[in-house]
């Protein structure tokens, strides 16, 4: 069986940066599950995977374009201090849900903090990044009619409800 739409796909990778840096990996834990063709990874690696079978082991960099796209200096913003109502105590890293200019929901980490200035970013953590990933499949088969309908796998690896 080869990865195509609508197959529930398991995988093992380790994500590294340019430098080599470890971001992310499966190691030690359970496979990566996800259904092929829902948009459950980034486009880049899911493109990669397409028409692959079980045991296939591939190295794939992925540029920012296919991944959480380039960074934007525009989603960086100077904020005050009292727009964190009820938040006590306001550190570097924290991150909180805020609505973008269109409306949607997006989330936003504070950068930097001066006094009551509060900079926050929009911008995914790996946006403008070229990503690595070390790949190996390790299960292929058939979503269920239910998981193709929620738009992910269930189960084992996958989303619980």
Sequence with gaps: MLIAANKA???DYTLTNDAGEVIDSSAGGA???YLQGAGNIIPGLEKAL??????????VAVEPE????????????????????GVDELEVGMQFHASAPDGQ?????????????????????LAGQR????????????ASQEE???GHVHGEGGHHH
Excluded: C, W
């Design 9 to 11: 796909v398991s995988i």
């Design 105 to 125: 929901m997006q989330i936003v980490t504070i950068r930097d903090l001066d006094g009551d200035d509060v900079t926050v970013d929009g911008n995914h953590p």
């Design 50 to 59: 397409e028409g692959k079978a079980v045991g296939d082991e591939l190295q």
């Design 131 to 142: 990503l690595n990933f070390q790949v190996k499949i390790v299960d292929i088969r058939d």
């Design 148 to 150: 193709i309908a929620h």
């Design 66 to 85: 296919d991944a959480y796209g380039e960074y934007a200096a525009e989603l960086v913003s100077t904020l005050s201090r009292s727009m964190f109502e």
């Design 31 to 33: 496979p990566l599950v």
